[in-house]
């Protein structure tokens, strides 16, 4: 049956909302194909190697793990009826037999394979072998022209000039038959796939700095005209116009980068001579409009390549003013925190005699040869080791993880997906005065700390926030602000080298059920950096991660976050799930037992004064006239309700505050500003908390039900955190003079 005319392309909103779906989706095409062919219950929708309609609201079901709404199931099988994929005009050769309501599952799982994150080479292999269908080996001409048809339509949505990208695939597939036999084996598909640029940054190109002195290209848009750094041609388009490598800026057509040159910048210093003296990294253009460094004039555009900037100090010259310029550089105004290359050399051969070269070594830490590479920073400098948590803060992880490799050495930043913290760790070990930055939200902060603590290095250095996530309270205590919203990073960078050091407590958490055989959700975390709470505000935290867990498109943004927080808090309101919590639980502070209140609907454990986005459970302290009680000798646990009011909240006092709520509307009215705390009870060095019945629970914003239990808390060590410096007038990441951020 023809479908109407309106499903016959994907929106712009439409491909995006699939792509997001894609996102939360655990599965690979690869699994949905196994399923496909190995279930009887599917194979009444397969015709042959194609799809109903039927069949194809299943694939997506169980590739997205979801229902997807029916006009955008609708539009995307007719879109492959009419094209071979989402989008487009008919074209020879894609989707079902002519006439009929069917699609191919080659077309199908060749498309969403392009969409899925890996390595460009196994997405080549994958998609060879869908249309390989007799396992030869081979495919013909018009087998690959599918392929390629696929390929273009993921290149039209992800804003690719496919005018320019169209001539290049066609170009690489009559070249990929080398050896003129009119097939295609899988040989030639890989080794033609992986020498065009431009598909392999279609095809997610994903290269570590293994590959030293190799570009990391991806596609650019550029807001103001740009030149072409091979040909000096302008780029033109009205979206992505070019492709732009990450580390050196070194710009590009698609036509022309395999004509540009192999080299990018080096990361380390390749001999004796390099060690020790950084030079300049000259790289011409992208100097439009700005001032020259050497004689304060402006450097003005003539619709070409325009001046000279340096990859390291950043300095920007015109062409006629280079031999005025220092052959020396000094790093600009982040040489505090820049590893140039002439600070990493390997190691020398003659160090090495009693272990292979390179034995032992973490990949990314050594030469192509496998000889192992040493930091021996600038005297005087702070290096900084960056991690970068890629999936936080929507796509501001991936932006910020682009923008710090070329601020900085990219041997300084780290995606944490790729090995975790361990392998810079390991790099930075012995380098006395280093600083960490943390780009994430407050589980990644968590991560990182759980991953120094495991190092065991000679010389802990502290750490400092960059807020990517959604509460960001420990950033917001340590005045880095409540969120990055695309603030200058050199700024931020330079208010790091002004930031003072301070220790924080970190607690150990222990959990121990009553009945080994309960069943419960498995405990988050098992150390305390922020807060630990019981009752009623984990109540509505769980509720919201539980239906966030199943309908992950239905929580796609901070607005619709707010309104379903608001739902489960008025419902929770109404129905008082945790009212009572007298009854089912006891507390002792350092083995004193803690008398709570009938009203009582949950227990906040605090270690910093910043909760749930910002709220301070505990309250502003109020010296009175004999003064706040702080820096003065406390007994063990503070009960005392007169005491307590004199109780000021510390990072680093190895103490932890305990505060009540009475139910939904106290904690609306803290959050509001209405009412300036909750309920405190005690301050104390050790907690132990038992509960009759199965409660939920949250440790740093992460929720869990747990069945009943004891649990006790003690002092684990202090980790050192890096704290901005006071915030200016304007203040800093938008927080204004006073605000509780700050």
Known sequence: MEEPRQWATLSPQEFAQLQKYMDYSSRRVQDVLQQFYGTEALEQHRGGECLDLAGFRLFLRSYLELDPPEPLCRRLFASF???????????????????????????????????EGGRPEDKLQFTFKLYDKDGNGLLDSSEVK???TQMMRVAQYLDWDVTELEPILQEMMREIDYDGSGTVSLSEWLRGGVTNIPLLVL?????????????????????????????????????????????????????CACRAPPSCISTYAKSRREAGVQAHVWVPGGCDASKCSQCQKRIKSFQSLTGLRCVWCHTKIHEECRPLVPPTCDCGVLRDHILPPAAICPVLLERQDSATPGEGTPPGFSTAEGQPLRISPVPGTHPLLVFVNPKSGGKQGERILRKLQYLLNPRQVYNLLQGGPGPGLTFFRDVPDCRILVCGGDGTVGWVLDAIDKANLPHRPPVAVLPLGTGNDLARCLRWGGGYSGEDLVRILRDMEGGSIVPMDRWRV??????????????PYEIINNYFSVGVDASIAHRFHVMRERY???????????????EFATSESLFATCKGLK???????CGTPLELSAALEGLAVLNIPSTHGGSNLWGETKRGAGGAMIGTALPPAITDTETLKTCVQDLSDRRLE?????????????????????????????????????????????????PPCTIKIAHKNQALMLMAPP????????IKKGSPEA
């Open 81 to 115: 009826q009419s094209g071979g994929g989402p989008g487009g005009s008919p074209k020879p050769g894609g989707g079902g037999p002519a006439g009929s309501s069917l699609i191919s599952i080659s077309d199908v799982s060749c498309y969403f394979s392009l969409l």
């Open 146 to 148: 599918r392929i390629i």
């Open 203 to 255: 095809l997610g190109l994903d290269r570590h700095l293994k590959d030293e002195g190799q570009h990391l290209w991806r596609l650019k848009h550029f807001t103001r005209p740009a030149y072409c750094n091979v040909c000096a041609g302008l780029l033109r388009g009205l979206r992505g116009q070019g492709l732009r490598c990450c580390l050196c800026r070194f710009t590009v057509h698609e036509r």
């Open 510 to 523: 222990q959990v121990l059920p009553q009945d080994a055989a309960a069943e419960g959700d498995p405990v």
């Open 552 to 566: 992950p498109e239905k929580f796609n943004s901070r607005m619709k976050n707010k309104l379903w927080y608001l």
């Open 583 to 589: 009854d089912c639980v006891s507390v002792e502070c």
């Open 658 to 706: 305990v505060v009540g709520l009475d139910g939904v509307l106290d904690m609306g009215q803290i959050y509001a500003g209405l009412k300036s705390a909750g309920k405190r009870l005690a301050t104390c060095s050790e907690l132990t908390l038992r509960t009759l019945k199965p409660l939920p629970m949250q440790i740093d914003g992460e929720p869990w039900m747990q």
């Open 727 to 734: 915030s200016r007038s304007s203040g800093f990441f938008g």
